[in-house]
Protein backbone atom coordinates (compact mmCIF):
# COMPACT_ATOMS: atom_id res chain seq x y z
CA UNK A 1 0.00 0.00 0.00
CA UNK A 2 1.59 3.28 -0.71
CA UNK A 3 -0.08 6.67 0.45
CA UNK A 4 0.56 9.95 -0.91
CA UNK A 5 -0.26 13.09 0.79
CA UNK A 6 -0.83 16.40 -0.97
CA UNK A 7 -2.31 19.83 -0.55
CA UNK A 8 0.03 21.55 1.85
CA UNK A 9 1.56 24.96 1.72
CA UNK A 10 1.80 28.40 3.62
CA UNK A 11 -1.45 30.09 4.19
CA UNK A 12 -2.26 33.29 6.68
CA UNK A 13 -3.75 32.37 10.28
CA UNK A 14 -7.37 32.40 9.87
CA UNK A 15 -6.97 30.96 6.26
CA UNK A 16 -7.55 27.20 5.12
CA UNK A 17 -6.11 24.27 3.24
CA UNK A 18 -7.30 21.11 2.80
CA UNK A 19 -5.08 17.80 2.45
CA UNK A 20 -5.57 14.68 0.55
CA UNK A 21 -3.90 11.59 0.85
CA UNK A 22 -4.39 9.45 -2.36
CA UNK A 23 -4.01 5.40 -1.22
CA UNK A 24 -2.57 2.90 -4.07
CA UNK A 25 -1.62 -0.62 -4.27
CA UNK A 26 -2.53 -4.18 -5.53
CA UNK A 27 -4.91 -4.73 -2.63
CA UNK A 28 -6.51 -1.68 -0.93
CA UNK A 29 -8.47 -2.67 2.09
CA UNK A 30 -8.04 0.06 4.89
CA UNK A 31 -9.82 -0.50 8.06
CA UNK A 32 -8.85 3.40 9.17
CA UNK A 33 -6.98 6.45 7.90
CA UNK A 34 -5.80 8.61 10.37
CA UNK A 35 -3.37 11.95 9.88
CA UNK A 36 -0.69 12.85 12.26
CA UNK A 37 1.90 16.41 12.16
CA UNK A 38 5.05 16.91 13.87
CA UNK A 39 5.79 20.61 14.57
CA UNK A 40 9.49 21.55 14.62
CA UNK A 41 11.06 20.53 17.72
CA UNK A 42 7.79 18.44 18.50
CA UNK A 43 6.74 14.86 18.81
CA UNK A 44 4.75 13.36 16.09
CA UNK A 45 0.80 14.32 17.62
CA UNK A 46 -2.50 12.80 16.68
CA UNK A 47 -4.68 15.38 14.66
CA UNK A 48 -7.28 13.16 13.23
CA UNK A 49 -8.48 9.58 11.90
CA UNK A 50 -11.61 7.93 10.55
CA UNK A 51 -12.63 4.33 10.24
CA UNK A 52 -13.00 3.29 6.54
CA UNK A 53 -16.77 2.74 6.52
CA UNK A 54 -17.04 5.70 8.33
CA UNK A 55 -18.55 5.00 10.82
CA UNK A 56 -16.60 6.66 13.38
CA UNK A 57 -13.92 9.61 13.49
CA UNK A 58 -11.84 10.88 16.01
CA UNK A 59 -9.70 14.02 16.02
CA UNK A 60 -7.46 15.96 18.73
CA UNK A 61 -8.89 18.37 21.01
CA UNK A 62 -6.56 21.21 19.19
CA UNK A 63 -8.38 20.80 16.24
CA UNK A 64 -11.77 20.07 16.61
CA UNK A 65 -14.20 22.52 15.72
CA UNK A 66 -11.65 23.67 12.55
CA UNK A 67 -10.38 20.22 11.30
CA UNK A 68 -12.53 17.76 9.83
CA UNK A 69 -12.11 14.20 8.17
CA UNK A 70 -13.60 12.73 5.12
CA UNK A 71 -13.05 10.12 2.37
CA UNK A 72 -13.95 9.23 -1.54
CA UNK A 73 -14.42 5.76 -1.32
CA UNK A 74 -14.09 5.57 -4.75
CA UNK A 75 -11.19 7.34 -5.15
CA UNK A 76 -9.59 6.02 -1.70
CA UNK A 77 -8.38 9.08 -0.77
CA UNK A 78 -9.08 10.48 2.64
CA UNK A 79 -8.94 14.43 3.19
CA UNK A 80 -8.35 16.69 6.01
CA UNK A 81 -10.23 20.00 5.51
CA UNK A 82 -8.58 22.37 7.55
CA UNK A 83 -10.23 26.08 8.50
CA UNK A 84 -9.25 28.88 10.72
CA UNK A 85 -5.80 28.02 11.18
CA UNK A 86 -2.77 29.12 13.59
CA UNK A 87 0.80 29.72 13.54
CA UNK A 88 0.40 26.01 16.28
CA UNK A 89 -0.86 24.29 13.23
CA UNK A 90 2.09 24.59 11.17
CA UNK A 91 4.10 21.32 11.07
CA UNK A 92 4.42 18.55 8.42
CA UNK A 93 1.13 16.57 8.22
CA UNK A 94 1.51 12.57 7.63
CA UNK A 95 -1.53 10.46 6.71
CA UNK A 96 -1.58 7.06 7.50
CA UNK A 97 -3.45 3.71 7.04
CA UNK A 98 -4.17 0.49 9.36
CA UNK A 99 -5.26 -2.52 7.14
CA UNK A 100 -5.20 -4.88 10.36
CA UNK A 101 -8.82 -5.22 12.09
CA UNK A 102 -9.69 -3.88 14.83
CA UNK A 103 -12.98 -2.68 16.86
CA UNK A 104 -11.10 0.55 17.71
CA UNK A 105 -9.97 3.86 16.24
CA UNK A 106 -6.70 4.40 17.32
CA UNK A 107 -4.86 7.66 17.88
CA UNK A 108 -1.01 6.71 18.06
CA UNK A 109 1.13 5.99 15.86
CA UNK A 110 1.95 2.48 15.88
CA UNK A 111 -1.53 1.94 15.25
CA UNK A 112 -1.34 2.06 11.94
CA UNK A 113 0.44 0.22 9.39
CA UNK A 114 1.33 2.37 5.79
CA UNK A 115 2.53 5.98 6.10
CA UNK A 116 2.15 8.69 3.51
CA UNK A 117 5.75 10.66 3.15
CA UNK A 118 4.22 14.21 4.64
CA UNK A 119 3.39 17.27 3.29
CA UNK A 120 4.39 21.06 4.65
CA UNK A 121 2.05 23.15 6.35
CA UNK A 122 2.94 26.65 7.19
CA UNK A 123 0.85 29.11 8.84
CA UNK A 124 2.05 32.64 8.89
CA UNK A 125 0.83 35.15 11.81
Known amino acids: VQLQASGGGLVQAGGSLRLSCAASGRTFNSVAMGWFRRAPGKDREFVAAMRWSGSATSSADSVKGRFTISRDNAKNTVYLQMNSLKPEDTAIYYC???????????????????WGQGTEVTVSS
Open 96 to 114: AARSRFSTILGRSAGWYDY
